[in-house]
């Protein structure tokens, strides 16, 4: 990706950012996303921004991921603002374009957006140091408070309901019926080389549907998720190690926020990485689950309910158990979503995430404990 594939100065000037008169001097790749093509732009009156083109391939829906995105922070940005936050900071701003549009569409069919670039942050890769910051402050529990003052800002945008963009995306009875699906095709007749894992799905059929039929139930509410809630997608004041600013909203829609929670934990307390070979090195973290488990719930104690608070738990195994399936499901297909480079790199993958489920179950009372002590505080 590199900005002469884009005439990113033309871009720029369709949206309107206040300044008539301002004009793109560069325009560099950022971040470390894989998915959409991001650009620090620097102008002619020295503001930057970043300017973003939408992967519609992956987001199939752009129409409806931007219509959330504008809904959310727009929500955000009112919430903050009654508060007495600083809004310019603590939610992405979107700039419309010049026709009073929240995003624009290039004529060889390319969805581009352009956001406030917010100053005197940064964001932090999992397995940095966590305790860093001023008077024993840890970006570990901090992106996971961060992550629930987002679900609980966000409770009561007014309807319309958000749209699913991808739907049944944290459903892990969905994504049991893919991977038997792909199980009973065997199209490339894998199946015997992976035993041991689809004995290891098949014995935990029982628990793919738990949540989904809680909230079918009403046991549970549907909420706003996030549903990509690592850590990185948390900007940091550089100043105070503040997490203040939840960024890549692309996949927030209905579901579980419990989920959120459970996908924090998958992500930052892993201990080796996520295509391992060496299973002897994999599991999870018990001191960073207390440090997301701190963080969260002295935000979420206050507005979720007693059941969902009950399976936070639950939701980290099954998190980590639904990703491991994604992992299985594609190996039995061909790779077909989850791109490799080498071979059996899904498998290697999905053998992490069970190995680190079957940890999780191991010290799952311990969990527990550690969920207790925090929601009584």
């Known amino acids: 990706m590199t900005s002469q594939m884009y005439n990113l100065e033309a871009i720029f000037t369709k949206f309107d950012t206040g300044r008539p008169n301002e004009t793109i001097l560069s325009a560099n790749p950022f971040g470390s996303g894989h998915i959409n093509d991001t650009f620090r732009v620097c102008t002619s009156e020295n503001h930057f921004y970043i300017l973003q083109r939408i992967n519609h391939e992956i ?27 600083d809004s310019t900071r603590e939610t992405l701003t979107l700039f419309p374009t010049k026709d009073e549009g929240a995003w ?7 969805y581009w957006r352009l956001y406030n670039f917010i100053h005197n942050t940064r964001s932090y890769e999992i397995g940095e140091d966590s305790g860093e910051f001023k008077q024993g402050q840890c970006h570990v529990r901090e992106a996971a408070a961060a992550f629930a003052r987002f679900q609980r800002d966000v409770a009561d945008i007014p309807p319309p309901r958000l749209h699913e963009t991808i739907p049944r995306f944290g459903d892990t009875s969905f994504r049991f019926e893919q991977f038997e699906e792909a199980l009973k095709a065997d199209v490339f007749h894998r199946a015997k080389d992976c035993s041991a894992e689809i004995e290891f799905a098949l014995a935990r059929r029982s628990d793919a549907s738990k949540l989904t039929d809680m909230l079918t139930n009403g046991q549970i509410p549907e909420r706003i998720a996030h549903y990509d809630s690592k850590i990185n997608n948390v900007l940091f004041d550089i100043t105070t190690g503040r997490g203040i600013c939840v960024i890549d909203l692309d996949t927030v829609m209905p579901g579980l926020a419990i989920y959120d929670f459970g996908d924090a934990v998958r992500a930052a307390t892993a201990l080796a990485a996520e295509d391992e070979r060496d299973l002897s090195r994999v599991g999870f973290s018990m001191e ?29 195994r099954m998190v980590s158990f639904t990703i491991g399936l994604r992992f299985l499901a594609d190996h039995l297909a061909g790779d077909k979503y989850f791109k490799t480079q080498r071979e059996n790199q899904n498998l290697d993958r999905c053998r992490t ?7 999780m179950e191991v010290h799952y009372d311990e969990m527990k404990a550690v969920i207790e002590e925090w929601r009584k505080k």
């Open 353 to 359: 995430q069970f190995k680190t489920v079957a940890d």
């Open 104 to 110: 624009f569409v290039h004529v060889d069919g390319n």
């Open 288 to 316: 960073k689950f207390k440090l997301l488990t701190e963080g969260y719930l002295s935000e979420a104690k206050n507005f979720l309910s007693v059941m969902e608070i009950d399976h936070l738990a639950f939701a980290a």
């Open 59 to 85: 987001f199939t829906r752009p129409v409806e991921v931007m219509d959330n995105i504008f809904r959310v922070t727009q929500h955000l940005k009112q919430k903050i603002t009654a508060r007495g936050g």
